[in-house]
């Protein structure tokens, strides 16, 4: 889960005409996701749920919340890479960086002992520019053979460009069917710059 919520404040109003119901909530559990979207649907729940529980104990004889407006006026969602995190999430074989826009992923020719999966932005092999890998995609094929190198240099295509990678051998160990997917998409990916390199 590299993605979390830190101190999020959300303002909730409601929007039955008239009514006076508009709040601002501290989110204090701590919400995780896969990506800043599933973080930020999840919060949004979560602060129209309390927001829902403390209007109908107000106004609940009149009318129930109404089309409430939601919205988030302070606080980050956050890479738990990024900065000290607390909690005892940390033991993912897996890590999350974050690159700019030029940045090195990997380099060429350096020891290839992890899989990269893009998780937000875009990362482009220098070698074979097209080929693209945007949210979802994975590449590093080098790293599932003993002793391989990286065959390109990969740098990120735009600003805020995640990637976590994996000790897919640790990842075996700890949640084989994630293991099992990356696997798939490497191999997936392999078949098609294949494809595209034989002449049709
Ligand atoms: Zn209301």
Avoid: W
């Amino acid at each position: 889960m590299p993605y979390r919520l830190n101190k999020g404040v959300f303002m909730v109003r409601c929007r039955q005409p008239g009514c006076p119901f508009n709040v601002h909530l501290e989110i204090a559990d701590n919400i995780m996701g896969m990506t800043e979207a599933d973080v930020d649907t999840e919060a949004r729940k979560t602060a129209r749920d309390m927001a829902q529980v403390r209007h109908d104990s107000l106004h609940g004889r009149h009318h129930q919340l109404h089309n409430p407006e939601v919205r988030m006026t302070s606080g980050t969602i956050q890479l738990t890479g990024a900065g000290p995190v607390q909690g005892t999430e940390h033991q993912a074989p897996s890590q999350v960086r974050e690159f700019g826009k030029g940045d090195l992923i990997v380099r060429e020719g350096e020891a290839a002992t992890t899989v990269c999966e893009v998780l937000k932005g875009v990362a482009v092999p220098v070698k074979n520019e097209h080929h693209k890998y945007t949210r979802g995609d994975c590449f590093g094929v080098s790293s599932l053979l003993p002793k391989h190198r990286r065959l390109t240099d990969v740098v990120a295509g735009q600003d805020r460009t995640a990637i976590a990678f994996y000790d897919l051998t640790e990842l075996r160990k700890t949640d084989p069917g994630k293991a099992g997917k990356l696997f798939s998409i490497l191999i997936e990916d392999t078949l098609k710059l294949v494809a595209e390199r034989v002449p049709s």
